[in-house]
């Protein structure tokens, strides 16, 4: 077991069955000064300012439970980074609540920082002109780890996420990937029940990614560490979440299971038809045709209205057909929909 | 906070970074001797000429001077200034996710950098002595220089962390910054010793807190301030310390309930 025992923050919500994190129609406006072109612009902004109001954040209501693993995911500018930096206690919401594990980020800011971990993936935690090691070695002092402990620890992140090539490297000498598996073990070096990720992988090789989902995956399945998972790379959130939180323009449009947002939308299948020659214009009743190449046509037809053996009796009827298959709807293409055409389901159904 | 460790670990790391600068400070070394040989010039020729006031010998102005560089070996680092640089780039998100009072914190890298600054101080002294000869005073009077250089260091970093907060508020301060370094420097006594200053101007500097950081201890180092008059001096410069202090605690309090990370 790489791990040693549950960080003391748990201790603080001592009830069980109260969610680990509630946020209630949590709002953040950001009010900044507008800016008119020009010298004389800014002159006058600078003798009669004019505010600007922004809403980032407008009425964000969610409760996550202890062990959950959140896909929060909206495009950009939605609020998600908003919304973090408040559930960290770094950002004061203008209005609503917000409770991690019975504290109050803002007015507990320390106290709540025992509970946290965060890694934002476009910066950096790290001593930039130190070897990584130094900053480790902070960490132990600002979180009182005990040495024992924290050599236990820090030998498991070595080993997990194979830091012992440069543990000794200045940090601005270090790969992206390299500092990124840095950073995750600086974030929870304390073994904080609670972790937040925002855009973690974002610049990552595939194989570099991969090693970092591995590694978040048994966190929250061996610890039972929370993470709430801020990404664009929606391949991220099919891989690790059970759970997804969209939001777009500050409010929460779905919260549910990966598998709902998927039947709601995925009601669209795609028939991948290989023929044994060249088919110019294929057609099949109830389907319509995407795209040929060469002798392979993609038919895309609704799972609900249409039944798949009748499409395949269909197609093999008329045509001399060498290979089928048929493909789900891939998380990406649910969420472009969404993105672009708005989501019609009803509104955070729970 | 219920420990001093992860400051003294801030520190420790401060004085690591800072070694990692080996070339900057080289080349601190080589401007502060610069400018004692220049000073020693501009001291001797402009007493030669009488055109100087009276009231501090030759000798006695080019101790001040020498002394007042090798001080600004310490009193220049200043731990606060990574506020405005984090405040601008969000980073110091990074500081306010941690459990623990952020400017004690930045007090602690400060005393880092200055340490390992202060190292600096005996290679400076050394060349600036193939240049110059300063007087040494009395072991009491070096006693009292000290408490009120330690003195004027605190009331140096509180000035330093009320400027840089400005930027909590309006996240442009480099302008305000000049001008503030400019006053400082002139009326902290850090060029010219305060004494020089004639009439209301010059009873108007002394109430300012930023004689308290060069002025003070230099005026006891070259005896202007006699021993009969050490405590006023440094009760002077405790009670500037605590102002600053107390204001520093303010502006904080305020600030922490009004800064916006940028970025994300
Ligand atoms: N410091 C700030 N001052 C003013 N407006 C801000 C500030 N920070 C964020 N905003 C605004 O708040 C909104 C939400 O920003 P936020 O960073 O939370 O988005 P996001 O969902 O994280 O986007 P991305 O996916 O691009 O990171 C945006 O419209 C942004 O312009
Ligand atoms: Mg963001």
Redesign the interface.
Known sequence: MPFAARAAGASAAKNACVPLIVTRDLRKVFRNAKRFPGALGALRGLFSPVYEDRVAVAGLSMEIERGEFIGYIGPNGAGKSTTIKMLTGILVPSAGEVEVAGIVPHRKRRENARNIGVVFGQRTQLYWDLPLVDSFELLRAIYGIPQDRYRRSLDAFIELLEMGDFLRTPVRQLSLGQRMRGDFAAAMLHEPPILYLDEPTIGLDVVAKEAIRTFVARVNREQGTTIILTTHDLADVERLCRRIVLIDHGRAIFDGPIERIKNEYGRERTLVVRFTETTSAPTIPGARLESVEGMTARFVFDRATQRVDRLVREVSDRYSVEDIAIEEPELEGIIRHIYTQGYAGEERSA | ?T?F??Y???AR?AF??EA??RIELIAEIGSVVLRVYLLRSLWTALYAHNAAPTGLPLHSMITYTTVALLMSLVLEVDGTRVIREKLRE??I??D??????VPFAYFSDGIGQTLLHAAAIVPSLLFALLLVRIDVPSLPVLAIFCCSLALGYGVNFFVNFLMNGVAFWTLETFGLQLIVRWISDLLSGQILPLSFFPGWFGRAVFALPFAAIYSTPLLVYVGIIPPAKWAAALAVQAAWLAATAGASFLLWRAA??????Q??
Do not use: D, H, N, Q
Request: without cysteine; glycine residues 14%.
């Open positions: 906070m420990t460790a992860p003294i670990e801030y790391k690591a970074r990692t600068y969000g980073g998100a990074v306010l996710m941690k459990p623990i009072v922490s309930r009004r800064v916006v990370v970025g994300g």
